[in-house]
C-alpha cells in the first residue's frame, strides 16, 4: 500500500519556518493549516505565507482550509501553486462546483470532514474528489487526543473507492502517532497528517520513517 506522511507545521517554530521545512524533507507532503477565527476558534496565516511557504519548501505543499467562505478563498491557494487544497464540507456553499475549480486550476481538490459529519451524503460525489479528509480530532488545534470514533468513516470510504475503482486518497489528521496511525492504516486511510508526532521528536526524520513503519509501508 502507497503510504503518504505529511507532517503539519501547525507544531513547527512559526519564527524559523525555512529551518522547519528543511527538517522534513523526507515526508512526502507539508500539510499547511489555514484557519480563520471563524470556522475554528483559532488563526494561523494565509495566501502570502501560502506563496511565500512554497517557494522555499523542499516537498509539496497539502493546504487544509480551516476557513469559512471556501468557495471565495480556496482557488486563490491552487493558483499560488499548492499541489492539493482541501476545504471542509460543512463551510462550503457548493462543494462540487469548488472542487472543479480546483481541479481546473491544477491543484489536487479535497474535502474534510469534521467527526461528527455524517459520510453518506458524500459517498456518491466521491468521483469529484482526489482526497478526503477524515478529522480524526475536532479541527482547530494541535496536539489533541485521536478519536476513534471516527474510524467507521474511512471504513466506508476505502469500500467505495474500491467498489468503484476510484484513486481517492484517504487522509486522517489530528492525534497521529505510532499507535494510532496502524489503527487508521486498518480502517483504510492511506495519507497521515502528524504535527505534534513529528515535531516534538528530536529527529523529525526518525520519526517520519517510524511513523511510514508503523502504517505498514
Ligand atoms: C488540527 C489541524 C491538524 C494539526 C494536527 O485542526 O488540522 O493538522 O496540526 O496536529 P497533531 O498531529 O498534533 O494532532
Ligand atoms: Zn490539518
Given at each position: 500500500?502507497?503510504?503518504?506522511?505529511?507532517?503539519?507545521?501547525?507544531?513547527?517554530?512559526?519564527?524559523?519556518?525555512?529551518a522547519e521545512l528543511q527538517r522534513i524533507s523526507t515526508a512526502d507532503y507539508v500539510h499547511v493549516d489555514i484557519m480563520d477565527?471563524?470556522?475554528?476558534?483559532?488563526?494561523?496565516?494565509?495566501?502570502?505565507?501560502?506563496?511565500?511557504?512554497?517557494?522555499?519548501?523542499?516537498?509539496?505543499?497539502?493546504?487544509?482550509?480551516?476557513?469559512?467562505?471556501?468557495d471565495r478563498w480556496a482557488p486563490g491557494y491552487a493558483e499560488v501553486g499548492a499541489f492539493?487544497?482541501?476545504?471542509?464540507?460543512?463551510?462550503?456553499?457548493?462543494a462540487v462546483a469548488l472542487a472543479r475549480r480546483l481541479r481546473d486550476i491544477g491543484a489536487r481538490a479535497g474535502i474534510a470532514l469534521k467527526p461528527g459529519t455524517d459520510i453518506a451524503p458524500y459517498l456518491e460525489l466521491l468521483p469529484e474528489f482526489d482526497q478526503v479528509l477524515v478529522m480524526t480530532v475536532e479541527p482547530?488545534?494541535?496536539g489533541q487526543s485521536f478519536m476513534?470514533?471516527?474510524?467507521?468513516?474511512?471504513?466506508?470510504?476505502r469500500e467505495e473507492a474500491t467498489r468503484s475503482g476510484l484513486d481517492v486518497w484517504l487522509q486522517v489528521d489530528?492525534?497521529?502517532?505510532?499507535?494510532?496511525?496502524a489503527i487508521a492504516a486498518g480502517a483504510g486511510a492511506d495519507t497521515f497528517v502528524a504535527g505534534s508526532s513529528v515535531y516534538q521528536s528530536d529527529?523529525?526524520?526518525?520519526?517520519?520513517?517510524?511513523l511510514r513503519a508503523a502504517a505498514g509501508a
Open positions: 500500500m502507497t503510504v503518504r506522511i505529511n507532517p503539519s507545521i501547525l507544531a513547527a517554530d512559526f519564527a524559523n519556518f525555512e477565527n471563524h470556522f475554528v476558534p483559532n488563526l494561523t496565516f494565509g495566501l502570502p505565507m501560502v506563496e511565500r511557504l512554497q517557494q522555499v519548501s523542499p516537498r509539496p505543499l497539502d493546504v487544509h482550509l480551516m476557513i469559512e467562505d471556501p492539493s487544497v482541501t476545504f471542509h464540507a460543512e463551510a462550503a456553499h457548493d482547530g488545534f494541535g476513534e470514533s471516527t474510524m467507521p468513516k474511512l471504513v466506508s470510504l489530528g492525534g497521529i502517532t505510532e499507535s494510532t496511525i529527529s523529525p526524520a526518525a520519526q517520519i520513517a517510524a
